[in-house]
T-cell receptor
């Protein structure tokens, strides 16, 4: 079945450690995204990538890093520089906007990161 | 100007009733307005979406009403069911970009 797979679903981290969240999609989508979700704050964009080997900062990129070496994969690293990393992280993908497409987002199941 | 303001924060409706969630925006460059439904511990799923050249869109029990002049849009859930209990997010996307701005969400509870 086509979809977006995020792993791990739950992750615990000690302060000062970097962690990497995995996101893989088999929808043949060009664009991929990482959002952070906190209670009462909606979804905030961390990074997004329109094509392979290219990505742009979103609204809250500080303390995070990404790579886009393959079309199917868009891993997110939460670095020790992120001051408040405990959150629910959502990966999404979409078609490009060419040809009048809407570019609607398809989300994974999320990864919950807790810093101990 | 980039915000999308969503209300109410929470909503309780009796089974069979109508649930109404409202969103307002300022940026006239937004050209696509989706609504997402999210169940606890899951990722959001697209429910219904509208473009600003249409005033209303209906899919089953779900309807989006769009008022371009007031810069407001709303989600109406007719004949609300307990299975509709979830968090709903409105969103808006700037034309020609990949950036979506999300509302803060509305937690809906439908009583049986």
């Amino acid at each position: 079945d086509g979809g977006i797979t995020q792993s791990p679903k739950y992750l615990f981290r000690k302060e000062g450690q970097n962690v990497t969240l995995s996101c893989e999609q088999n929808l043949n989508h060009d664009a991929m995204y990482w959002y952070r979700q906190d209670p009462g704050q909606g979804l905030r964009l961390i990074y997004y990538s329109q094509i392979v080997n290219d990505f742009q900062k979103g609204d809250i990129a500080e303390g995070y890093s990404v790579s886009r070496e393959k079309k199917e994969s868009f891993p997110l690293t939460v670095t020790s520089a992120q001051k408040n990393p405990t959150a629910f992280y959502l990966c999404a993908s979409s078609h490009g906007l060419a040809g009048g497409r809407t570019g609607e987002l398809f989300f994974g199941e999320g990864s919950r990161l807790t810093v101990l | 100007q980039q915000q999308v303001k969503q209300s109410p924060q929470s909503l309780i409706v009796q089974k069979g009733g109508i649930s109404i969630i409202n969103c307002a925006y300022e940026n006239t460059a937004f050209d696509y307005f989706p609504w997402y439904q999210q169940f606890p511990g899951k990722g959001p799923a697209l429910l219904i979406a509208i473009r600003p050249d249409v005033s209303e869109k209906k899919e089953g029990r779900f309807t989006i009403s769009f008022n371009k002049s007031a810069k407001q849009f709303s989600l109406h859930i007719m004949d609300s069911q307990p299975g509709d209990s979830a968090t709903y997010f409105c969103a808006a996307r700037s034309g020609g970009t990949y950036k979506y701005i999300f509302g803060t969400g509305t937690r809906l509870k439908v009583l049986a």
